[in-house]
């Protein structure tokens, strides 16, 4: 049986560093707020005018990705691209980093599925690989938040949260005997949790998808809004369940598991979750407090960073990657190396 094993990582941010205080100066908030609530300390946006989409930092995130691998582009079966702010409405994000490395023909496809859209495209890559239809797939989440915030005091309570980042992932079938790569996956949605963190426009659903002219309230349709309390909850109560739910799966207990990768959407998310799960400090991985959110791009650079910092890697090792998001979306990949 083949399996999908990880062959190189890379990430990607902009330039433009946005500490908390440089938000403070944009709308009514503060260091300690932000700090206190979200463990945030600074985030990466894109230069203002800066024309940069998620295929851009996708694309520097998969050179060095590749680079780590030993692949050329040319060695890519498919590419599969998560995000929830694609470059451009269509075609997707999927279709212009293929185009960008040189590729033609390849299939590429998008997933839509915001904080779970990582897992979503590993857990497909999966099944791609079990399924004999692919064996060298890249995996992309990326993200451009910065372009589509409300970066006024009416859109603290989202702005304040995310940044833009990319991540990249190899992901080759393996012929194995042993038990490595992806051992089990588990993933969810509940669309009924669609309008506590969505953006509405454009909407296909609307007669008239494109505003003729804009005015104050109209805009506000354009940015993300978000039921902070709600989505806290569902989260605190999801990631502990799916995480039980993998571990069955594989028939392993969470001492079994050396580093957790949570999606990083919140420091007091995963402070609760690790405290429920009883799982040591230092099994779990977080690096929220210097990129923020950055959605489908969290999980590859949290992986990218502690790989290159040899955190984990080491022949039988096990590790969780745990997420939860906007649809909602939840779910859990365990890997071993
Ligand atoms: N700066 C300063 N004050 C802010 C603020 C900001 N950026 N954003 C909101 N506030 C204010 C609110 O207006 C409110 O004021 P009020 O009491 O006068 O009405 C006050 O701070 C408290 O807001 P509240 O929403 O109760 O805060 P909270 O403790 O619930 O924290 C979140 C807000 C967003 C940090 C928290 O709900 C959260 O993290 N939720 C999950 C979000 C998430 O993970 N999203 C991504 C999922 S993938």
């Keep these: 049986m083949k399996r999908a094993v990880i062959r190189g990582t890379g990430r990607a941010v902009p330039s433009r560093l946005v500490t908390n205080a440089d938000l403070s100066e944009m709308m009514d908030t503060t ?25 851009d930092l996708g694309l520097e995130a998969s050179h060095k990705a590749l680079e780590k691998a030993g692949w050329k582009p040319e060695d890519i079966d ?11 409405f269509f075609p997707g994000s999927g279709c212009l980093l293929q185009t960008k490395l040189g590729l033609s023909s390849i299939p590429a496809l998008d997933i839509r599925q915001q904080c779970t859209g990582f897992l979503y495209s590993l ?14 797939i890249l995996v992309v989440g990326a993200e451009i938040h910065s372009t589509g915030l409300d970066k006024t005091t009416r859109g603290r309570d989202v702005a304040v949260l ?6 990249a992932v190899c992901v080759e079938g393996v012929e194995t005997g042993t038990d490595m ?52 909850k569902t989260a605190v ?19 079994d598991v050396d580093m957790i990768f949570p999606h990083q959407a919140n420091l007091r998310i995963n402070q609760a979750y690790q405290q429920y799960m009883k799982i040591d400090e230092g099994r779990i991985f977080n690096n929220i407090d210097r ?9 590859p650079i949290a992986l990218d960073e502690a790989l290159e910092q040899n955190i984990v890697g080491r022949n039988g090792e ?12 939840w779910g859990a990949v365990l890997y071993r190396f």
């Design 291 to 299: 990129y923020g959110n950055t959605t489908a791009a969290s999980i």
């Design 237 to 255: 109560r999801k990631l502990p369940q799916v995480t039980r739910e993998v571990l069955e799966k594989a028939a392993l207990d969470i001492q």
């Design 123 to 136: 857990v497909t890559a999966d099944a791609y690989i079990r399924s004999g239809l692919a064996g060298k």
């Design 78 to 88: 498919l590419i599969i691209f998560a995000t929830l702010s694609p470059d451009i």
């Design 31 to 55: 260091d300690g707020w932000i700090q206190e609530r979200t463990g945030i300390k600074q985030r990466y946006w894109v230069q203002e005018g800066e024309i940069l989409g998620a295929s």
């Design 181 to 232: 790569g992806v051992l089990a996956s588990v993933l969810h949605a509940d669309g009924s949790g669609a309008g506590a963190l969505m953006t509405e426009l454009p909407a296909s659903r609307l007669p008239n998808r494109i505003p003729l002219d804009l005015k104050g309230e109209e805009v506000a349709r354009y940015y993300p809004v978000m039921n902070g309390k709600s989505v806290f």
């Design 162 to 167: 995310f940044g833009d980042g990319a991540g």
């Design 318 to 329: 096990t590790i969780l990657f745990v997420a939860f998001g906007a649809g909602y979306t």
